[in-house]
C-alpha cells in the first residue's frame, strides 16, 4: 500500500524538477539573442552582464508561476523591438554611443520604447486576469532591449525606458473600457 | 490540476489525494495485476507532476492526465508481452515429454516403435548417414556425403511405405 504523503512529497519533486525543465527552455530563446549581441565589438561587458542577468530573471519568472511565464513571453516580444532598432542604430549611426539627450537617437529611441510599451498594453489587455502581469513584463522587455539599447549610451537607454513606460500607459488607456 | 498549471504549489496535494485512487483502479483494469498496477500508476502521476506545468489551459485537463495514464499502460502491457518470462520452479520438464498427455505419449511411443523397425530394415552405413550413430561423420558435410544421405533417406522413406503404407 503507498503512502499517500510520501507520494505526494515525491510527486511534488516531479513537479518542480518539470517546472524547472520547462523555465530553462527559455535559454533556446536568449541564448541566440545574446550571441547576436555578443558578437558587436562594442560593449560587450555591459550585454553579457545583461544577458545573464535577464537568463536568471526569466527562468525564475517562468519557474515561480504562469504569471511569470506570461510575462516572459510579452516581454522578451516586446523587447525584442527596441533591441533589433538598437542593433541597427548602432551599425547606421555610431555616433549614437556619445548623442546627447536631446539627439535624433534619443527621440528614436524614445519612439521604439514606446511602440514596446504598446504591445505590452495590448498583451496585456489580453491576458486580464493575471495580476503583475504588465509590471514583470515592463521589467523583462527593458532587460531585452538593453542587450541592445546600452552600447547606444545612457541617453538612448533611458529614452528607450521612458518610452516603454508612456507607450504602455498610453495604450492602456486608450484601449480602457468606458466607464 | 489548473491551479497547479498555474503555479500554486499547495494544490499538489488535494490533487494527489484525489487522482491516486482514480488512476490506481484505473491501471488496475488495464492490467489485471494490482503489484504492477500500483507501479504504473505511480508513474503516470509522477509524469503528469512533471508535465503539468506544460499543460495546455484549452484542453480537459483529465482528459489529458487519462492520455498519459493510457500511454503509460500500453507501454507497460507491451513491455510484458516482450518480457514473458515465468519462473516454474520445481515444475519446470526435464524435456518436452513430460508435458505432453497421456494420448500423446503413447503416440509418440508407437511413432518411435515404427521408426526404430523402418530403421532395422535400413542398412547399417545408411543409419550412419542419416547420422543416427554416436560416430557422426566428422567435419562440413560434403557434396557426395549429401548425395549419400539424401539417398538414405529415400530409401528409408519407401522402407516405411512399404512397411505402414503411407509417407
Not at chain 1, 500500500?1 to 523555465?23: D, F, I, K, P
Not at chain 1, 495580476?131 to 532587460?143: D, N, Y
Amino acid at each position: 500500500m503507498v503512502n499517500l504523503e510520501t507520494l505526494t512529497t515525491r510527486s511534488l519533486r516531479h513537479y518542480e524538477l518539470g517546472r524547472l525543465r520547462m523555465a530553462a527552455r527559455v535559454a533556446l530563446v536568449l541564448a541566440p539573442l545574446a550571441a547576436i549581441c555578443l558578437l558587436e565589438p562594442v560593449g560587450r561587458e555591459g550585454c553579457a552582464c545583461c544577458a545573464a542577468l535577464l537568463l536568471a530573471a526569466c527562468i525564475w519568472l517562468r519557474f515561480r508561476s504562469r504569471v511569470g511565464v506570461e510575462s516572459v513571453s510579452t516581454g522578451l516580444l516586446a523587447g525584442g523591438i527596441p533591441l533589433a532598432a538598437a542593433l541597427m542604430l548602432t551599425r547606421i549611426d555610431p555616433g549614437c554611443a556619445t548623442a546627447g539627450p536631446l539627439s535624433t537617437c534619443s527621440a528614436l529611441s524614445l519612439l521604439i520604447g514606446a511602440t514596446a510599451g504598446a504591445v505590452v498594453a495590448l498583451r496585456e489587455r489580453s491576458r486580464a486576469p493575471l495580476s503583475g502581469h504588465g509590471l514583470l513584463a515592463v521589467g523583462v522587455a527593458l532587460l531585452t532591449a538593453s542587450l541592445g539599447c546600452l552600447r547606444l549610451g545612457v541617453a538612448s537607454t533611458a529614452g528607450m525606458t521612458l518610452g516603454l513606460i508612456i507607450g504602455r500607459a498610453s495604450m492602456r488607456s486608450a484601449t480602457a473600457p468606458p466607464r | 490540476m489548473l491551479r497547479l498549471a498555474d503555479g500554486d504549489r499547495s494544490a499538489i496535494s488535494p490533487l494527489v489525494e484525489q487522482l491516486w485512487p482514480v488512476l490506481l483502479s484505473y491501471a488496475e483494469r488495464g492490467l489485471r495485476d494490482a503489484q504492477a498496477a500500483e507501479d504504473v500508476a505511480q508513474e503516470v502521476l509522477f509524469r503528469i507532476s512533471s508535465r503539468i506545468s506544460e499543460l495546455d489551459r484549452t484542453r480537459d485537463p483529465l482528459s489529458w492526465a487519462f492520455g498519459i495514464a493510457t500511454f503509460e499502460l500500453m507501454s507497460q502491457r507491451k513491455r510484458r508481452k516482450r518480457r514473458r518470462e515465468t519462473f516454474l520452479g520445481d515444475a519446470l520438464p526435464s524435456a518436452p515429454e513430460a508435458v505432453e498427455s497421456g494420448e500423446d505419449a503413447v503416440i509418440h511411443a508407437e511413432l518411435h516403435a515404427a521408426l526404430a523397425d523402418a530403421l532395422g530394415h535400413l542398412s547399417a552405413q545408411d543409419v550412419e548417414q542419416l547420422g543416427l550413430r554416436d560416430a557422426a561423420p566428422a567435419g562440413p558435410a560434403t557434396p557426395a556425403m549429401r548425395k549419400r544421405r539424401q539417398r538414405a533417406l529415400d530409401r528409408l522413406r519407401t522402407i516405411w511405405r512399404n512397411l505402414y503404407g503411407q509417407s
